[in-house]
């Protein structure tokens, strides 16, 4: 069978693999290679197919390159182990480009006749599961700088680049190591692993004793890996020969630059090797994905493995110290009421909320046992919500919620034990966001596709292949939420959400032209969608553009479109949306074709239509008809009576000042610096950017006056946009109207690190200093 030749791709790939994974097996069975040399071996031949399919999908046509992690990244990968890669592009990622990956994946993962070649993980990519495939250079660089903790950067300690472009592999490379390796010694970092390991070991328990987990088990690979790594990623600032994939090189050169004991660490890489060496031949046994050694298969290697870990658990905790268990709940009504005001919960939560979380015990047949994991799960979640959440007792009352509707059954809390992030998640969400955190505690279904779910392959059927949509957008806001409120920064909140926008709203359309017949219709994004500032709650503003004249068949797409991503769905519609800056306004047709648009705008369209086809943008990415736009938009001066217009069209915008501010439309809000930012661009007739922040730039470029006034608009433009997103998310109802008594007011000052009082004061500062800024470089204002 080995010596048979296949002309099919798929069938001779999967031929390498199994004649590559056969050496590599025998070689363990026998001992005729080291397990190094075997594990090498094995990784290479990997690199090869790799290449081989890399080239049959045509990627290597793409601006992509491809980085293994984990054992692979070090060419010490498993004989069953799945894969972890990333994909990166110089640009942001294309379609084609996501085509060609899944394609790649597909010709990977897919079983035939032959099986499979290898499961391919992507989960480690910047932003996690439910992360965009491909990651941009730009893309990787924010994600890691911006939110990347602390096992990420012991991840990337693994990071090799397998194929693809040049400039990319150099970029990324440059982009990790300033991430990983540090020049000044980071102290907290060590408390970061220390807590890193526990928390591995927290999660493991050795259900049966005639079975050893020889990754995860305390002493065991992975407790190897981490000390290894966390004295490459603590010293590799200093000493540059640290900074390699290779552990058995790092351990070498550790002792090279006296950074560790040398006794120890031989004792660490010959243990190392030899539990590889049982981790491979308990693979080699069925080309199965284990880690488990039974007594039954070697009683010596068995009592061995106990000894060797003892000395290794005692030299990893010079560096990373001891692993504590978690403890149970407290036992008495007392001393859980004791617990609870040490957490700062108030009597309400202490006296009826939390008897009513305790009393939704599990549902098992394995009564004892499922009670104490659901007790140990509730203590996780009450102590997370207390160390992170904005409002305590919001959470406990949706944690509520949450466990009623798994009916407390113990498959959640059994996933909820190994998934200490997923906890994390959804405590920040239960105790800051009553929007998303209701949907997640209303529907923990979703959990399933928040841990596992990449992209699923669209369904057949339509109707479900809408819900999908809808529920991909709800999934991608939340893990944006989750970021966002962790970080602050609207840059990569606009990104992810635009993202999604931009590939949800693609793939409905295309996935309509070919139910409806073909069709040049494409989507002109208008408005923050355009602009790429798009938010939590945001409807979507586009019209439908068309290579010629609209065409029947045109008008049948774009009705079906409108129809399917408005109309109600399981996760509720997959967008609002707002039509009502077509061209010549709200009776304007929906469809245009691309030279009737550049013809309006250039020769017919109104002041206010010129200043809003600003921020145009084509989602299928055609710049060039981008640029037209623009330059139509900007072709003509604005008159003293053009600036009236838009003056007045101010004033009945401009809302009266109440006893709530309206950060959107009061003077010196949001939508005052937008506009006055845009008639600007038009007045001036600068060529640039379609974002605010980057207008208020290239205004500034050619202004004076903008220019000293830069910094506070900018600034004061930033605070407003985070304080209006945050109280999306933090509130029930979506509204840009705050004041101190509004719901979700009290959440958002806190994340800010100001009292209510101190942000009713602040929003009312900024207003009031753009309103005074803007009366001087408002076009519109300048002419009164």
């Known amino acids: 069978m080995l010596n048979r030749t296949h002309n099919n791709s798929a069938q001779h790939l999967r031929h390498l693999r199994l004649q590559a994974w056969c050496q590599s097996a025998l070689a363990t069975i026998y001992k005729t290679a080291t397990p190094q040399v075997v594990c090498e071996f094995w990784s290479d031949a990997t690199d090869s197919i790799i290449n081989d399919a890399w080239q049959i999908c045509d990627c290597s046509k793409t601006d992509l390159a491809v980085f293994a992690l984990g054992k692979w990244g070090s060419r010490e990968l498993n004989l069953s182990s799945d894969i972890d890669v990333i994909f990166v592009s110089s640009e942001n990622p294309t379609i084609l480009q996501f085509k060609c990956v899944r394609k790649f994946i597909s010709l990977l993962t897919e079983r035939n006749d032959s099986g499979f070649c290898y499961r391919v993980d992507t989960d480690l990519k910047p932003g996690g599961r439910l992360a965009p495939l491909i990651s941009s250079i730009k893309q990787f660089e924010d994600y890691y700088w911006s939110f990347g903790e602390t096992w990420e950067r012991l991840a990337l300690v693994r990071l090799r680049s397998i194929v693809g472009t040049k400039n990319i592999i150099e970029s990324v490379y440059q982009i990790a190591e300033k991430f990983v390796f540090r020049r000044f010694i980071d102290f907290s970092l060590l408390e970061d692993l220390k807590h890193l390991r526990s928390r591995i070991h927290t999660h493991y328990q050795q259900l049966r004793p005639e079975r050893i ?48 004991n040398k006794d120890d660490l031989e004792f660490l890489i010959d243990c190392y090797w030899q539990f590889r060496y049982l981790e491979n031949y308990v693979q080699a046994l069925d080309d199965a994905q284990t880690h488990d050694w039974l007594e039954n298969l070697g009683s010596k290697e068995y009592s061995d493995f106990f000894a060797r870990a003892d000395r290794v658990v005692s030299i990893v905790e010079t560096v990373l110290g001891k692993s504590s268990n978690l403890p149970l709940l407290p036992i008495s009504n007392e001393e859980q009421s004791d617990w609870l005001r040490s957490l700062g919960f108030q009597e309400i939560t202490i006296s009826q909320r939390f008897s009513e979380l305790i009393a939704l015990t599990a549902i098992s047949t394995r009564t004892y046992q499922d009670e104490e994991l659901r007790k140990k ?59 998303l955190g209701g949907v997640l505690s209303s529907r923990p279904e979703l959990l399933d596709s928040y841990l596992y779910n990449l992209q699923p392959k669209p369904s057949q059927n339509f109707e479900i292949y809408l819900d999908e949509l809808a529920e991909r957008r709800l999934l991608n806001e939340i893990v944006a939420a989750n970021q966002f409120l962790q970080t602050k920064n609207l840059n990569f909140l606009y990104s992810a959400m635009v993202t999604t926008a931009d590939e949800i709203s693609l793939q409905l359309l295309e996935s309509i032209k070919k139910n409806v017949g073909e069709s040049s219709l494409q989507i002109l994004a208008l408005g923050k969608w355009g602009g790429k500032e798009l938010g939590f709650r945001s409807d979507l503003d586009f019209i439908f553009l068309t290579e010629d004249s609209p065409k029947e068949i045109d008008h049948r797409v774009a009705k079906r479109f409108i129809s399917h991503i408005s109309e109600p769905h399981k996760g509720g519609s997959i967008y609002e949306m707002d039509m009502r800056l077509r061209v010549a306004g709200k009776g304007g047709p929906l469809l245009v074709s691309r030279e009737s648009l550049l013809n309006y705008l250039t020769n017919k369209a109104e002041p206010w239509e010129r200043q809003t086809y ?21 072709n003509k001066f604005l008159s003293v009576k053009d600036l009236s217009e838009l003056l007045d069209i101010r004033k009945k915008l401009i809302k009266t000042p109440g006893d709530q501010y309206d950060i959107k439309y009061f003077a010196g809000g949001l939508i005052d610096l937008e506009f006055a930012a845009q008639i600007a661009i038009l007045k001036k ?29 900018d600034k004061n433009y930033s605070f407003l946009r985070l304080v209006e997103q945050l109280f999306q998310l933090m509130s029930h109802h979506s509204t840009t109207m705050l004041g101190s008594e509004s719901e979700g007011f009290s959440r958002v000052a806190r994340l800010i690190g100001l009292t209510p009082a101190e942000l009713d004061q602040q929003i009312g500062k900024t207003l009031k200093q753009n309103s005074t800024i803007l009366k001087t470089l408002d076009p519109r204002q300048l002419q009164t």
Request: aromatic residues 8%; proline residues 3%.
């Open 685 to 713: 007739k600068i060529f640039g950017p379609s974002d605010t922040s980057g207008m208020i730039n290239a205004i500034s470029n050619t202004s004076p006056e903008w220019a000293k006034q830069h910094n506070d608009l």
């Open 377 to 435: 799960i509730i203590r996780l979640f009450v102590e997370e919500i207390a160390s992170i959440s904005l409002d305590r007792d919001l959470g406990i009352a949706l944690l509520i919620d949450f466990f009623k509707a798994t009916r407390a059954k113990t498959g959640f809390f059994s996933l909820l034990a190994n998934e200490p992030r997923l906890i994390r998640d959804l405590c920040t969400l239960f105790g800051c966001s009553p929007y």
């Open 213 to 260: 987990n020889l990754k995860l088990a305390p002493g065991g690979i992975r407790d190897i890996e981490l000390f290894i790594h966390a004295l490459q990623v603590i010293h590799g600032g200093k000493y540059e020969n640290l900074r390699t994939t290779s552990t058995t090189f790092a351990a070498s050169q550790l002792v090279a630059a006296d950074r560790f």
């Open 614 to 634: 600003l921020r145009a943008r084509s989602i299928n990415n055609n710049k060039s008809f981008d640029l037209k736009i623009h330059a139509a938009c900007i």
